[in-house]
């Protein structure tokens, strides 16, 4: 069987689905597992209104709306019959959020998030499930829920491989034995916890989700169809010219997606390398096309220089009040209060007497853990800051990438060069 994982800009209009189909029904008689991201930017759509409920910014009322007419305006394009099912099914999807909303938030704010954010992917698994059953593509809806199980790190759960394993083995391990040729629908991102709430693995986190029910279910290979060629060198958004990338090794595309390369989710390598899983990037506009191909092989195209570029970080840097080192004994300290906060960093330096970090500039996480650092260390920050790290550098490249910019912080070794670049005004 093969895992198969559409993110959120293959199902992104009534289109889209419609070439979603056509790409599951090129595969018919294969046994798939389909993993399914929420359609479009609706996970950011419901952050705004997640934030609208929780930190009463915005408008709650007039951000659901919008979520809601974009939903309904793909099923317009998908069910020309407004008596079908599914319009029934999906307007109960959004009378749960509107319960949600009426109420006061109980727990923490990840906890509410984890319950809101992940409707998006419930929303998009019943529009494209009923849309296959409707063109004659039999399939299984599964909540994922039930399959994946997690701690309660909300937001940024951790999976309980042993519960999560048997589940996935039993109910859709079960499912192929009996339909050979089978295909169920389930959701990326979403798990549940042992209290039955439900949690998610982390932005972008369906390609995890992939990795995790191909490594149960020991899959012939995962696909996850892109909007690009493949994995490619830089992100198309930032840099003009791109290549591809045909083959990469396991180790070089956990180094890549560790870096910050938006292809794959930075979790998913390690499951189908131990599982020895191949792994496709493919792009769903040419789905004949091979793709990228990330298994075992040495001979890879590791090589070229690849860019990755993540905006919206912040610089913090942290320094004794007592002129004392930073060394062993506070590092710690200093690691715990990131920890605490579920703040990951993305490079790090330090001197004599102070240490720097680059993170993701999330509020209100980051601003509480300024406050918390603040209580024992003089700490000053930079903010709207972009970490770029080249893989596979050469200086004119580097000279090229810099202009324009004044370096913060740079770190180079062997292969990866690092900068923490500020756009000069
Ligand atoms: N929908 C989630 C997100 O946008 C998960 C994913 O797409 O992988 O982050
Ligand atoms: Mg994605």
Known sequence: MKVFKFGGASVKDAEAVKNVAEIIRMYQGESLAVVVSAMGKTTNAFEKLHRAFFLKEGDANQQLQEIKDFHFQILEGLFPDSKHKVYQEIHNTFVEVEWQLEDDPIGTFDFEYDQMVSLGEMLSTKIISAYLLEVGISNKWLDARDVIRTDNHYRKAYVDWELSNSLIKKVMGGFFEKEEGGIMITQGFIAATSENYTSTLGREGSDFSAAIIASALQAEEVVIWKDVEGMLNADPKYFEKTVKLNNISYREAVELAYFGASVIHPKTIKPLHNANIPLYVKSFVNPSNRG????????????????????????????????AFIAE????????????????????????????????????????????????????????????????????????????????????SRNTARFVLKKIS
């Open 329 to 412: 004994n506070n590092l710690s300290d200093i690691y715990r209060v990131f920890s605490e906060h579920g703040v990951s960093i993305n490079m790090m330096q330090n001197s004599a007497i102070s240490f720097s970090v680059c993170v993701d500039d999330e509020s209100p996480k980051v601003d509480k853990l300024i406050k918390a650092l603040q209580e024992h260390f003089l700490v000053t920050y930079n903010k709207s800051v972009e970490l770029l790290t080249i893989r596979h550098y050469t200086e004119d490249i580097i000279e090229e990438l810099l202009s324009g910019k004044s370096n913060l912080l740079e770190q180079k």
């Open 292 to 323: 990228s191909l990330i298994d075992a092989n040495t001979d890879s195209d590791s090589l070229v220089p690849s860019y990755i570029h993540k905006p919206g970080q912040i610089l913090i840097s942290i320094a004794s009040k007592d002129y």
